[in-house]
Nanobody, 113 residues
Framework: QVQLVESGGGLVQPGGSLRLSCAAS????????MGWYRQAPGKQRELVAR???????NYADSVKGRATISRDNAKNTVFLQMSSLKPEDTAVYYC???????WGQGTQVTVSS
């Protein structure tokens, strides 16, 4: 079983930036592909970005060029840096463990002036 705890969300103005963190405990973080997903009200949860244990990344088209996913295996933590935020980025952002399929509780990101 893996426990995931997201943090770093909040209210940010359009064009702003933020950095989300997801701390993992248990599991086998170092060999696990980790992902960030988001779910806006009334919409399905969607992939934002994913990073393999080797550091290979992929991004949703909607965030390419504005998001960077990274990981610190020594700290069992995965990050999502987002910039040039838009109102349509507003959602609850979730961390996912690709091996056990665990989810965190989510962190709210609201982009509004």
């Amino acid at each position: 079983q893996v426990q995931l705890v997201e943090s770093g969300g909040g209210l940010v103005q359009p064009g702003g930036s933020l950095r989300l963190s997801c701390a993992a405990s248990g599991g086998m973080f170092k060999i696990t592909t980790m992902g960030w997903y988001r779910q806006a009200p009334g919409k399905q949860r969607e992939l934002v970005a994913r990073i393999t244990n080797g550091g290979t990344t992929n991004y949703a088209d909607s965030v390419k060029g504005r998001a960077t996913i990274s990981r610190d295996n020594a700290k069992n933590t995965v990050f999502l840096q987002m910039s040039s935020l838009k109102p349509e980025d507003t959602a609850v952002y979730y961390c996912n463990d690709g091996l056990f399929g665990s989810w965190g509780q989510g962190t709210q990101v609201t982009v509004s002036s």
